[in-house]
Structure formats: C-alpha cells, structure tokens
C-alpha cells in the first residue's frame, strides 16, 4: 500500500489549491480515505474524510464551506485517486497536508488511520 500526496505549493489568501492524492495497493481492509493537516507546532488534524462503507463525508470546522474531497474510483478499486479542493483558503490553512487510509468504523480522527503518505506543503500568504 503507497500513498503519495501531490499539489501543494504557495498561494495567496483567497486563491485556491486541489491536493492529490494516488493511492495503490488498496485493500478490502480500508474503508476510508482521509486528509489531515499539521500546522508547525500543532497536532495533526482532519480536514475532509470519505468512508465508503456508508458514503459518508465528515469535514473539519475550518474545511467546511471551503474544501471538498473528491474520490475518482470506485471503492473496490486498487487504485484510488483522491483529491482535496481547497477554496478561500486563508493563512491559518498552512501546514503540511498528509492523506491516509482507515479500516471500518474511522471517525477522521489521525488515531483511526493506519496508512500515511509522505505529506504535501500548502502556504498560504502574500
């Protein structure tokens, strides 16, 4: 199983960024697919979720209104490809973006994540 995050950088208050996120080698074991955020300093926190099992989304306070994760496969595939549209994103959006992976029942929290990619830098400032 390799997850591999793609499309941060810097961008503006206000502006937009779509992280990616290519998963291979997925298994029946996970049911959902997760984007965290760590700011310097902070713990890691969940920014938008998908669980398959029950096609629910789960958004963090600061995400909702602004992000949406999108999934293009289908959840029994073994390649997923998920993404994180991030809009209006404002400075306190910084950090480093990690997507994951969870077996049944995870609530978007890190702890129910098992799989972890590398991260992905997104900056916001002018």
């Known amino acids: 199983l390799e997850l591999v995050e793609s499309g941060g950088g810097l961008v503006q208050p206000g502006g937009s960024l779509r992280l990616s996120c290519s998963i291979s080698g997925l298994t029946s074991d996970y049911d959902s697919i997760g984007w965290f955020r760590q700011a310097p300093g902070k713990e890691r926190e969940g920014s938008a979720c998908?669980?398959?099992?029950?096609?629910?989304?789960?958004?963090?306070?600061s995400a909702k209104g602004r992000f949406t994760i999108l999934s293009d496969n289908a959840e029994d595939s073994e390649r997923q490809e998920v993404h994180l549209q991030m809009d209006r994103l404002e400075p306190e959006d910084m950090g480093l973006y990690y997507c994951?992976?969870?077996?049944?029942?995870?609530?978007?929290?890190?702890?129910?994540?098992?799989?972890w990619g590398q991260g992905t830098q997104v900056t916001v400032s002018s």
């Open positions: 994951a992976v969870a077996p049944i029942g995870a609530l978007c929290v890190p702890d129910d994540y098992k799989r």
């Open positions: 998908i669980r398959f099992s029950d096609g629910a989304f789960f958004y963090g306070d």
